[in-house]
């Protein structure tokens, strides 16, 4: 079932305009909407059917998830922004929004009645949040990007892979959820700016910088200053404490030792309670420093390492390393996640009814407010499914003067 | 520098974060001007003043910890001493954000959790940002960002189809939850200013992780398939891939959505026939041939180095960039005319360059106003003008050890 939307909620207040179908756009929006606040999604109608049936995963030929995922708890209506008509429905929209959501290129916003400055003239408190790949300026603010590209931009693919073998993108949506996050954090900031100055102002997020601010960018100084890259190092870090994925009797184990207590302990792991012999007894081990071991040693320790992994499951070990206090995690695939007894005990999972699939288990909002808990209270609206309600109860529209809008294509 | 135009001027956050993830989201709050004090101690370093990109091995010379505590302010104190955790109460009464990324039960020991802090400032926001919870069957787990990645399936999915598990690599789970906590430290914020009431905010980092898969696991309940590795593949788009460029190790990405794209794509790489075969013409056809197709694009791009292949693709808008390292992003015209990157002088690393913000305002931006702190470098400021106590009184609690007096470190000759 679909739970009901509680009170109160942080951004009950709120109304949010979301343009298009960017998945960026999409979650950024659901961000807000998962707190309380009113989204409502303007698909149009040319290119929602595409953007709709997005699947990020291979191998199967259903329409994907995604677009049920990132669009619950919002609002849905249709508007072709090309014609004069839709541009005065978008103004009477703008005229009662405190936000905007956009991801066209300059150009394009520009085009459709979505740059900031025709906008803030319809609504001097709206806040625009504008994400693209490359952002507002500079050489590349028109360039096109997907999920790979952002990730090749971002300085993360150079480091994901097998060294001198293709990078690899960060999975699925990461990119686009993490320009989301940073954009609705960001949207935040202004809504707390406008109590005092009153007035909205424009937000402009470039995907590519969001990964090199908040991920990659640590890096620079190292770089800089003493010309250390980052490169692929397959299934190991190449920083100094031992830290990886690891083969054991049933798939993979990670580990991390960020200090050298924590890499005797699991020693004591592997030996069942005493260093185990060939490490204690191999003085190249118990001579190196415990920061240099990986570097001089890995490979070697890897295959010693393995031998007892390959005897226990990954729970086992995963067991182990909760009471021994160790950072030894399973790598658990999406089947395991989702019947994993610790979410499922905290009830992070959630029924959702979608009119499409079903009955689905949906993955809620990670933010536990105390006093404002958020719910998944309604699922993706369906193209246009808000028309009547949006455009006659919200925006005052006879139904004569929607149903006119709706002969000429404009909703 | 005017921070009153900043979003959160006049806004205190007292932070318990260390390591990256809780650093990462009070950076996000300093960025916008909040007057963040970090609070560490000298007997249990926060690690990251120690990562492996500190060459010099000084507590003050840690790049990464440079980058993420740029802007806040630093204080010294020993919370195994009961005087320390009354200070720190004290200081909590007058702040309006606490934010901590400790071990379940932590924050409670010392007498500073939710609870306890409501008791001296009834509005206080508080955001926790356990690894697993604070809860549940499996809260008590030491968990680090790789590992937190493994339990929540991203790793499932890192590595060349048909092939093994490489995992990530990089800290994710930490910088996902540090956006995430601070988002919620907003939210709540807004919401104390219309209504008064402050609250308790647990953000699992695991659940952030799930949450960014969510569309993962709603396909799975519908095909019944486990998603594996899937290397450089991608569900509805054909050419997805990573290709080699000429150069050592360079690398362009290129991906093709329409079939307006591919068409552009195939004009610019007119000089390779092969692309005009009738099974690549639809989206369909590309997909079932990709490895084919792979083949065909590599041999195009082999030659050409990946700012040549982006520039002449990007003019027919076709979506294709290199594979940039932090280096290439430092060098960059377009990044550096955004000035994504920034200089910031370090008392004793000296001149340094420094991530910018992650957006920019067109009004009330925020900024990168301060280093990051030298360890106890304000703690006069913040026990004698925030607290208010008296010079004598700082300095007999310096003797007695609860304040940890600041060192002047040994500032780098410059020049």
Not at chain 1, 319 to 331: D, Q, T
Not at chain 2, 249 to 272: F, G, P
Not at chain 2, 376 to 400: C, M, T, W
Request: net charge negative; glycine share 8%.
């Amino acid at each position: 079932m679909t739970g009901t939307k509680r009170h109160p909620q942080p951004l009950d207040h709120l109304t949010v305009i979301e343009i298009g179908n960017n998945i960026s756009t999409a979650y950024g929006a659901k961000m807000l909407a998962d707190q309380g606040a009113e989204v409502i999604k303007v698909e149009d109608p040319l290119t929602a059917e595409m953007d709709r049936t997005e699947r990020i995963l291979p191998g199967d030929e259903k329409t994907g998830c995604l677009f049920a995922y990132i669009n619950c708890n919002k609002l849905g209506v249709r508007l072709n922004l090309e014609t004069e008509k839709g541009q005065k429905v978008l103004a009477d929209l703008v005229r009662k929004a405190d936000i905007l959501v956009e991801g066209n290129r300059p150009s394009r916003a520009k085009e459709l009645g979505l740059d900031y400055e025709t906008l803030s003239k319809i609504n001097p408190r709206l806040l625009v949040a504008s994400i693209t790949p490359f952002g507002q300026t500079g050489p590349y603010c028109e360039y096109n990007a997907y999920a790979i590209t952002v990730s090749a931009a971002g300085a993360s693919s150079v480091c994901i892979g097998e060294p001198g073998r293709t990078p690899l993108p960060l999975p699925l949506s990461q990119v686009h959820f993490q320009s989301a996050a940073m954009a609705a954090t960001a949207l935040l900031g202004g809504i707390l700016a406008r109590e005092f100055t009153g007035r909205g102002q424009h937000i402009d997020i470039s995907e590519a910088e969001v990964w090199i601010t908040h991920f990659t960018g640590h890096a620079v100084i190292a770089y800089v200053f003493h010309n250390r890259r980052r490169i692929r190092s397959g299934h190991k870090t190449q920083a100094l404490f031992p830290n990886g994925i690891f083969h054991c009797k049933d798939g993979y184990i990670s580990l991390l030792a960020m200090r050298g207590e924590q890499w005797k302990a699991y020693l004591n792991i592997l030996g069942e309670g005493k260093m185990p012999d060939w490490y204690a007894n191999d003085e190249r081990f118990t001579r190196t420093s415990f920061r240099e071991l990986n570097v001089k040693y890995g490979d070697e320790l890897e295959v010693l390492m393995e031998k007892w992994l390959m005897t226990k499951t990954k729970n086992e070990i995963f067991e182990l390393g909760r009471i021994n206090h160790v950072a030894l995690a399973p790598v658990r695939d999406i089947r395991e996640v989702l019947e994993d007894p610790h979410l499922n005990d905290r009830k992070y999972f959630v029924d959702v009814d979608d009119p499409q699939f079903g009955r689905l288990k949906y993955p809620q909002s990670a933010l536990r407010f105390s006093q404002t808990p958020s719910a998944v209270y309604r699922p993706a609206p369906t193209l246009g499914e808000h028309n009547e309600e949006i455009f006659c109860k919200r925006l005052g529209y006879t139904k004569e003067y929607v149903n006119e809008l709706a002969e000429c294509g404009v909703i | 520098m005017d921070k009153s135009k900043y979003p959160l001027s006049g806004i205190r956050v007292l932070d318990f974060g260390w390591v990256a993830a809780g650093p990462s989201a009070t950076k996000i709050l300093a960025d916008m001007g909040a007057e963040v004090i970090k609070v560490e101690s000298r007997k249990r370093p926060d690690t990251t003043r120690f990562t492996p990109d500190n060459i010099e091995r000084s507590p003050e010379t840690d790049p990464a910890f440079h980058s993420l505590n740029r802007n806040k302010l630093g204080i010294t104190i020993d919370m195994t001493k009961p005087e320390g955790c009354e200070l720190l109460r004290k200081l909590a009464a007058k702040t309006d954000i606490v934010l901590e990324n400790f071990f379940p039960g932590v924050m409670k020991k010392f007498g500073l959790d939710y609870e306890s802090l409501r008791k001296v400032k009834p509005d206080i926001i508080m955001v926790s940002m356990p690894g697993l919870g604070n809860w549940g069957p499996q809260a008590e787990t030491p968990s680090y960002a790789p590992g937190l990645a493994a339990l929540s399936g991203l790793e499932s999915m890192v590595g060349y189809k048909g092939e093994r598990a490489l995992g990530l690599q990089q800290p994710y789970s930490d910088y996902n939850a540090g956006t995430n906590s601070a988002f919620a430290a907003l939210a709540a914020l807004i919401h104390r200013n219309r209504t008064g009431e402050g609250q308790n905010i647990e953000v699992a980092q695991i659940e952030a992780l799930v949450a960014c898969i969510g569309e993962a696991v709603l396909d799975y309940q519908v095909t019944g398939k486990v998603p594996g590795l899937e290397g450089n593949r991608h569900g509805r788009m054909a050419p997805y891939n990573n290709y080699l460029c000429d150069g050592d190790d360079k690398w362009v990405s290129i991906a093709v959505r329409t079939d307006e794209e591919w068409k552009n794509l195939v004009e610019v790489m007119a000089d390779e026939p092969r692309l005009k075969n009738e099974k690549f013409a639809a989206m369909d056809g590309r997909m079932a041939n990709q490895d084919e197709l792979d083949v065909v694009i590599s041999d195009w791009t082999i030659s050409r180095s990946a700012e040549e292949i982006t520039e002449m693709l990007q003019e027919k808008g076709v979506a294709a960039f290199p594979c940039m390292d932090i280096g290439d992003c430092f060098l960059d015209p377009h990044f550096q005319d955004r000035e994504v990157f920034i200089p910031l002088e370090h008392p004793v690393s000296g001149d340094e360059f420094i991530a910018n913000l992650s957006w920019k305002m067109s009004e009330t931006n925020g900024g990168v106003y301060r280093s990051a702190p030298l360890w106890g470098q304000h703690n006069h400021y913040v026990f004698g003008e925030v607290l208010g106590l008296s010079q004598e009184e700082i300095a007999r609690l310096e003797d007695a050890e609860v304040i940890q007096k600041f060192q002047e470190p040994e500032r780098k000759n410059k020049g």
